[in-house]
């Protein structure tokens, strides 16, 4: 009887299922959000990056095969001259499998990683080698019937000591935009 060989992390690496995703992007479409930028959407990330005083803030959408960032802050891009840091930056687009929004998403509740290294299951996720994502701090974006449209999450390339203060933070922001998203079916146009 011949077998492969064993591979401890293939269940580190495994993506959530995400049997909502059609509905979402549907829910995502009506709403007429996710597919673009969003100057309001943006706006929010700075506010975001600025209470955590972090160096990057998203705010995310998840289809079925990527991650959209409708709202983003990146404090290697200057809008005026582009990118400040050419080792730096993210982009608006992330493959699903990428990042830690998918988990948030997955599990309907935030998540503080002070340092995501310390956890087998996010060490292994590919931003931390290829953006250097160190630590990160997410919360759910929720419709009226509990399915999650979205995230929105800070980011650091340094363990951070999110703690209680953090994640009180980012629900409460988490709130604030849902209840925008959801009060005005979208944003603002």
Not at 22 to 43: N, T
Not at 137 to 153: E, K, Q, R, V
Request: with cysteine; net charge negative.
């Amino acid at each position: 009887m011949s077998s492969a060989p064993l591979d401890p992390t293939a269940r580190l690496l495994l993506t959530p299922q995400d049997t909502e995703a059609p509905q979402r992007v549907a829910r995502l479409r009506e709403l007429g959000i996710g597919e673009r930028p969003a100057p309001e959407f943006d706006a929010f990330a700075r506010e975001l990056a600025r209470a955590t005083d972090a160096p990057f803030a998203m705010v995310n959408f998840i289809g079925e095969e990527q991650q959209f960032f409708s709202g983003l802050y990146d404090s290697t891009v200057d809008p005026e001259k582009g990118q400040v840091d050419p080792g730096g930056g993210v982009g608006r687009v992330m493959a699903r499998d990428h990042g830690f929004c998918v988990h948030v998403v997955a599990r309907r509740s935030a998540l503080v990683l002070e340092d995501v290294r310390d956890f087998a299951r996010f060490a292994v996720n590919p931003v931390v080698d290829e953006v250097g994502i160190t630590s990160y701090l997410g919360a759910p974006l929720l419709d009226h019937s509990g399915m999650p449209l979205g995230t929105i999450c800070a980011i650091d390339q340094r363990p951070r000591p999110w703690g209680q203060q953090g994640l009180r933070l980012i629900k409460t922001m988490a709130a604030q935009l849902q209840e925008e998203i959801l009060r005005t079916d979208g944003p603002r146009r």
